[in-house]
Each structure stands twice: as structure tokens, then as C-alpha cells.
């Protein structure tokens, strides 16, 4: 009983399928488009906060010369060679700071069996794959010992490991990196392209001690990593870093010979610039929406001024001019309701399959869901008011002007 | 003899169509009693609709007064005449105004709506009502796929459902052929017979002649026979 009174209300608006489907195309358009753009914009904000959690907020990084960062990415504009040892030595005194790793970085070959790769060749300290949060997919850490003592041991980075072994494991073998025997002691889960613009799998981590003596034979550090007790700590801990370096290597603060980084610095201009991306999007999705909503709007017009006769009719036998509003009023909701709900369906399955195509970690889009749902029925509520007044004000007196 | 169904003194209505006013209705003077079945016959542009739009409640007249059951028309809301015409008044129409994409029995509840729920006693008054006008295998099906004279025993269906005083038809038979015809003014005869009040605007001599009483309408005004 009730889905005849459903039907004798609402079933004019599936009287004409294909009209209905144009122009409920705007508002499945709109709605896509903007429930895509609000995942893909909270996508990348999580991605880019995951990755300042691997980078870690409680991370400070130490580089010698002029730092730049530009475009989300720290970039050493001039090297510098005033860094040394023994600067990172001195800061292990400074309160609050849990573990530190110096660091050189140069390029170089490895080679296993007849495969030979140029990678990264990054001299580290143990503490340093706990520092940047890296984790092992085999093997082990290295030694206190291995640091100290000068030991050839290698671990290597996820994709060096995957070129050089294949699926083989990597642990216990020899590898020769600028023609000197490693012994290959660990592997590294994937990472991928971290803040520091370097992609973290194409590479070889080494003791800092064999990397600067055997290796490279330098006196200086390509930078520091320093890892804080507590995040809070930051700005105090970084003024205190500023003193002590500027106090050894004599200089003035107006010729600072190095640059402390913090995640946040990096982050900062990442996280606006995807805020800025998803203001305008959703802007243009929205503005999708209100072109739809004014098809919506014509399309009623239209089917008003088609079903004259009915509304008419409707008049005739009864129905209030209330009723009429309110029926027309409905009918350009659930229109534009549906097409919203297309429009959600259509969006999420886009934003499954080119999420992971793109690397973006998977959202559930609430939050889009309930402004994409909510839009539509304001929409449709924009677009139903004026059809459905010219249709309240349809003069039931037409019906016996003849045809 | 008692009180009339509808009384109407001086009714008079004007329509505008640019800067020329025409006076359409020039005193309409007419008393119906229930049980009545009038034609009212006149030439096109005599006035006819307008009067027959003022009696259904369409449509207000500039003046005069229209008693409907001995109460002043004028004087009631949108709302109530919305209710008097769903529940007092029965509609029929040249071009029997059926909705295409609804049933016959569809069409025949539609006024129901309008009147309160669509109970099970209303749905069984449709069959009944399709099943007396012979269309008890056409229920189901649309506007479209009935003939004409099929089409307009739907509205009459439709016109009854809501148990009416008064049976208002505008040319009934002026789309029908003359099987059709004759098979529409035998049941508006039946329903008469049953008590219906019927007044019904036609130009057909012979299906005028059918109703109990004729009056003439032209430039406005009843020409007295």
C-alpha cells in the first residue's frame, strides 16, 4: 500500500530514463570528483605525515655548508668540509639527546658474482638504523665493536640486495664494494625516497669508520643525525647544538658553516602545498556540482512544463499546492541524491584502483563521504526550489482548455 | 422542494488579454438540485469552460455569489476547496488527463492520495469501479495501451473513487467515436439513476439531449428554452 503511494507520488521521474540520466550526469561528475579529490588530498596529507613519522619528529639532522629546503626536499646547496668526527662526539654530551649517528655518504661499485651496481655508500654508526626507524628484513644490526674496530661488514639497502642476490639470501656473503671485501651482515625492509631526496632502498650502509678511512679516506662528515629524548625538546636542544658547534669551530652566527633540520621544516611546505591542492579541487568539484545542480534544475523546468497537465490534474482532484512543492521539490532530491550516490560509488572505485597505483596509502574516506552526501542534498535542494514553485503555481483551470 | 446542491446569483468573471478586457461571464443565475443531470450546451467562446471552472472550484469568480451544499464559496481557503474537490467533486475531462506512466488502477487511486491514506477499502473500490466500467482485464495496464473510449471510463473510475456528490464533465465524449460515446452517456444515465449529480458541458446535440435538463449558455449568459 505503501509502494503505490510511493509510486503515484514519485513515479513520474522514471517516466523518461534517458533524461534522467543526463541529468543526473553533472551531479555523478561533481560528486566523483570531489569525493576523489578529498581522498586523494587526505591520502597525501597521511602519506606525508607517515613519512615525517619515519623521518621521525624527534629527529634533527646536522649538514655542513648552506642548507636549502625547497619543495619539500632538503637540498645541500654547498658542501662543506668543516664537519668533523669529533663534533658529533662532542654533542653526545648535550642533554636530551638519545642517540646520534655521524654519516658519509659517498657513491661507489659493489659487486657480487659478475654483478656490478653503482649505489650510496653511506657511513653510519649502529644507532643509526634505530634513529631513522629502518628495520631488517634479515640479519643483523652491526656491532659496537664493527663500528670501533674498523670492520668491513655491510648492510644493504632492499633493492642493492634484490640486484645483487635476487631472491637468494644475502646474509654471511662477500661482496666487494670499491674492490674491498664485506661481509654482508643485514638487509633492509623497502623504505623508498625519504626527505632527503635519496631513495633509501639504492643503497649500502657501512661503519662511518671503514667509510672514511678505507673507503673514501676523509676527514670530515657528510652530516649528523641526531635523535632527541622528547619531541618538545627540539627547540632547546637545537639552540644548544647552534652554541657548541659555532663555539668549536669559531665562527660568528652570521657565517654558519652548518644547518640544523628539523622534519617539520621539510613537512611544512608538503603538508600546505597538499592543503592548497585540495582547497582548489575541491572548489573546482564543487563548482561540478552547482553546474550540475542548474542541469538538474533545467531538466525539471523542463519536465514541469511537460507534465503541466498532470500537475494540473494533481490540483484538480485534491492535492494542496503544498503538496505539489513538496512532491517536486523530493523528486529533484532523490534525483540529484542518486546521482549522488552514483557519483560516491563511481568515486570510490576510482580511488581504490588508482590509489594504489599511485603509492598513496589507502584512506577510508569518511570525511568525504558525509561532505559528498551532504552537498548533493543541499544541491538538490538549490536546484528542486525553483522548479517545483512553477509547478505549485500551475493553474488547474488548463485542463479544460481543450486538448 | 428542498434546498439546492449548488446555487449560483450573478456570477460574473472577467479575463484580461492585453489591454481588452472581456467580461466572459455576464450574470450566471443556475440552481442545481442533487439527482440533476444538466447539459449546458453554447457555442466556443460562450463561456462554457470558465463556468464549468468556477463550478468545480477551479477558478473564483470577480462576483456573484456560489453557494456549494448552502455555503459561500468565496469565503473558503485554498485548502478547503482543495478538500471539497477531492472529496465532493469528480472530474471528467475532454482529454481524460491519465497519468502515462501509471495503471489504470494506478490512476484510479490517484485522487485517494489526496485523501487520506490509500486504504485497502479504496484499492477494492477501484476493482470494484473497473470491474462495473468492463475493464477488469485493463487494471494493469498503462494509459497508452487502452482505446479512447477505454481511456475515459478510467477517468471515470478515477472520478468516482472518492464517493462524490457531484460528477463535473468537460466535453466527455469529445474525443470518442460514436460506439465510445454512446457507452460513456449510458453510464453517467446509470450513475444518475444511482443518485450522482452530473453537469456536463458538451456541444453534441444528441448526447445533450441524453440529460434530464439543457440550458444554453452564449456571450455570458443562460438563453432560457
Given at each position: 500500500m505503501n509502494t503505490l503511494k510511493l509510486k503515484l507520488l514519485l513515479g513520474g521521474i522514471l517516466h523518461k530514463k534517458l533524461r534522467l540520466f543526463l541529468s543526473v550526469l553533472g551531479i555523478i561528475i561533481g560528486v566523483s570528483a570531489l569525493f576523489l579529490m578529498n581522498t586523494f588530498g587526505e591520502a597525501a596529507k597521511k602519506k606525508t605525515l607517515k613519512e615525517i613519522e619515519t623521518f621521525g619528529p624527534d629527529i634533527l639532522m646536522i649538514l655542513p655548508g648552506q642548507v636549502r629546503v625547497s619543495a619539500g626536499r632538503a637540498i645541500q646547496t654547498e658542501q662543506r668540509t668543516t664537519l668533523k668526527m669529533e663534533d658529533a662526539q662532542a654533542l653526545e654530551?648535550?642533554?636530551?639527546?638519545?642517540a646520534l649517528s655521524p654519516l658519509f655518504s659517498g657513491t661507489g661499485t659493489a659487486r657480487y658474482s659478475f654483478k656490478t651496481i653503482t649505489t650510496m655508500l653511506n657511513g653510519v654508526n649502529e644507532s643509526y638504523i634505530f634513529l631513522r626507524k629502518f628495520s631488517l628484513i634479515e640479519g643483523r644490526n652491526f656491532l659496537k665493536g664493527e663500528i670501533t674496530g674498523y670492520k668491513k661488514v655491510a648492510i644493504l639497502g632492499y633493492k642493492v640486495k634484490k640486484e645483487l642476490f635476487g631472491e637468494e639470501s644475502a646474509e654471511g656473503k662477500v661482496i666487494l664494494i670499491n674492490k674491498l671485501p664485506f661481509v654482508v651482515i643485514g638487509v633492509l625492509s623497502p623504505i623508498g625516497i625519504d626527505a632527503s631526496n635519496?631513495?633509501?632502498?639504492?643503497q649500502i650502509l657501512v661503519p662511518i669508520t671503514t667509510s672514511m678511512?678505507?673507503?673514501?679516506?676523509?676527514?670530515?662528515?657528510?652530516g649528523i643525525y641526531v635523535a632527541v629524548e622528547?619531541?618538545?625538546?627540539i627547540p632547546q636542544i637545537e639552540r644548544n647544538i647552534e652554541e657548541l658547534l659555532l663555539k668549536r669551530h669559531r665562527v660568528s652566527p652570521s657565517n654558519i658553516d652548518f644547518k640544523i633540520i628539523k622534519a617539520e621544516d621539510i613537512f611544512k611546505f608538503r603538508l600546505e602545498a597538499s592543503k592548497l591542492f585540495t582547497t582548489l579541487v575541491q572548489s573546482i568539484s564543487i563548482l561540478c556540482l552547482l553546474v550540475g545542480s542548474l542541469g538538474v534544475t533545467a531538466i525539471m523546468l523542463l519536465s514541469v512544463n511537460e507534465r503541466k497537465k498532470e500537475i494540473g490534474l494533481r490540483l484538480a482532484i485534491g492535492a494542496s499546492r503544498r503538496g505539489v512543492l513538496l512532491q517536486f521539490l523530493l523528486e529533484s532530491i532523490l534525483i540529484t541524491f542518486v546521482g549522488g550516490l552514483v557519483g560516491l560509488l563511481i568515486g570510490g572505485l576510482l580511488s581504490i584502483i588508482l590509489l594504489p597505483l599511485l603509492k598513496y596509502p589507502w584512506v577510508f574516506p569518511f570525511k568525504p563521504i558525509i561532505v559528498s552526501s551532504a552537498l548533493t542534498v543541499f544541491f538538490g535542494l538549490i536546484s528542486g526550489v525553483y522548479p517545483a514553485y512553477k509547478a505549485s503555481q500551475i493553474d488547474p483551470a488548463i485542463l479544460l482548455k481543450g486538448l | 422542494m428542498s434546498k439546492p446542491l449548488i446555487q449560483l446569483i450573478d456570477i460574473r468573471k472577467k479575463f484580461q488579454s492585453g489591454k481588452i478586457t472581456y467580461e466572459v461571464l455576464k450574470g450566471i443565475n443556475l440552481e442545481v438540485y442533487m439527482g440533476d443531470f444538466l447539459a449546458i450546451m453554447g457555442p466556443s467562446g460562450g463561456g462554457k469552460s470558465t463556468l464549468l471552472n468556477i463550478l468545480g472550484l477551479l477558478d473564483r469568480p470577480d462576483s456573484g455569489l456560489y453557494l456549494f451544499e448552502g455555503r459561500e464559496v468565496n469565503t473558503f481557503s485554498e485548502k478547503e476547496l482543495s478538500r471539497l474537490r477531492n472529496q465532493k467533486i469528480g472530474f471528467i475531462f475532454q482529454a481524460f488527463h491519465l497519468i502515462p506512466w501509471a495503471t489504470a488502477l494506478e490512476n484510479t487511486l490517484l485522487p485517494a492520495l489526496y485523501g487520506g491514506e490509500i486504504t485497502k477499502e479504496k484499492i477494492q473500490r477501484a476493482h470494484e469501479l473497473l470491474e462495473k466500467l468492463g475493464l477488469g482485464d485493463k487494471?494493469?495496464?498503462?494509459?497508452?495501451?487502452?482505446s479512447g473510449g477505454q481511456q475515459q471510463r478510467v477517468a471515470i473510475a478515477r472520478a468516482l473513487i472518492n464517493n462524490p456528490t457531484l460528477l463535473l464533465a468537460d466535453?466527455?465524449?469529445?474525443?470518442?467515436d460514436s460506439q465510445s460515446s454512446e457507452e460513456v452517456i449510458k453510464i453517467f444515465e446509470n450513475l444518475n439513476k444511482e443518485g450522482l449529480t452530473i453537469i456536463m458541458v458538451t456541444h453534441e446535440r444528441e448526447i445533450a439531449q441524453r440529460a434530464k435538463k439543457i440550458k444554453f449558455l452564449k456571450d455570458g449568459k443562460f438563453i432560457e428554452d
Open positions: 654530551k648535550i642533554y636530551g639527546i638519545k635519496q631513495d633509501q632502498d639504492d678511512s678505507s673507503l673514501f679516506n676523509a676527514d670530515y662528515l657528510s622528547n619531541p618538545s625538546l | 487494471k494493469n495496464h498503462k494509459p497508452a495501451e487502452l466535453e466527455p465524449t469529445g474525443n470518442l
